[in-house]
């Protein structure tokens, strides 16, 4: 059984910076990208970025090019979302989730196993 378990969120104010993780157990990891998405309500999840477990490609939501930094830890089966610069529109419940395909999607529908979720509120 797959299982993605998030941490790190939290309140910040405006300028500031967070660390989420995502620890992933059940799934090999040999091509599976991981992803990064928010939600806001009940608008639908909005890819933030991606990574593949192997090799350097990572791709990143416009809104976020330049603050965020996806990265992942092998021995530890560990992504991370580094979080700088937050800003107010940078609210939501951020969720980590993993693909059976070899491709950084950024749409939803295109993972199947997903965390609990994480609030993190950035305060203006």
């Known amino acids: 059984q797959v299982q993605l378990v998030e941490s790190g969120g939290g309140l910040v104010q405006a300028g500031g910076s967070l660390r989420l993780s995502c620890v992933v157990s059940g799934r090999t990891f040999s091509s599976s990208p991981m992803g990064w998405f928010r939600q806001v309500s009940a608008k639908e999840r909005e890819f933030v970025a991606g990574i593949k477990w192997y090799g350097d490609s990572t791709r990143y939501a416009d809104s976020v090019k330049g603050r965020f930094t996806i990265s992942r830890d092998y021995g530890r089966n560990t992504v991370y979302l580094q979080m700088n610069n937050l800003k107010p529109d940078d609210t939501a419940v951020y969720y980590c989730?993993?693909?059976?395909?070899?491709?950084?999607?950024?749409?939803?529908?295109?993972?199947?196993?997903w965390g609990q979720g994480t609030q993190v509120t950035v305060s203006s």
């Open positions: 989730a993993s693909s059976g395909t070899s491709v950084i999607h950024t749409t939803a529908r295109m993972y199947d196993y």
